[in-house]
């Protein structure tokens, strides 16, 4: 599992945004092809591309010649092809404290997920938002 790195952030790792907002995670083409350059076969299987045209392909099978023609990505289960309910990646670690196990290489929409900065989603059910009485701080602080 990837450590993350101590950063400056308000984040609890209660991991409630991963279980809830997770599978709704879509990576962008630069994440697809880093993890196709480093051979992450673990993170691809679990994400699907729907091509500009014909049927969609299971991100394993993608050839980086094809990432031209994607149009989106979703997460689905592998085996199933069903949609997930929560981020196959969140690793439990202790009984209320969670961290990603693709950190160093997760999506990007999740290194930019900060409920607790103006501007950027917002996640009511986030304890660090309620440690900080709901107060967002502005980008930059």
Request: charged residues 30%; hydrophobic residues 35%.
């Amino acid at each position: 599992m990837d450590e993350p790195a101590l950063e400056d952030e308000p984040c609890e790792q209660c991991g409630l945004c991963c279980r809830i907002l997770g599978p709704g995670i879509a990576p962008t083409v630069p994440n697809v092809y880093v993890w196709m350059e480093q051979g992450r076969t673990d993170i691809l299987r679990w994400y699907v591309a729907f091509m500009e045209k014909g049927d969609p392909i299971k991100c394993i099978d993608l050839r980086a010649d094809d990432l031209g023609d994607v149009v989106s990505f979703e997460m689905r289960h592998p085996e199933t092809g069903e949609f997930v309910t929560v981020c196959p990646f969140l690793r439990r670690v202790a009984k209320t404290r969670y961290l990603c196990g693709i950190h160093f290489v997760k999506p990007d929409m999740c290194w930019n997920y900060q409920p607790w900065v103006w501007g950027e989603t917002y996640f009511n059910r986030c304890l660090a938002l309620k440690k900080i009485d709901r107060k967002c701080r502005w980008p930059h602080e």
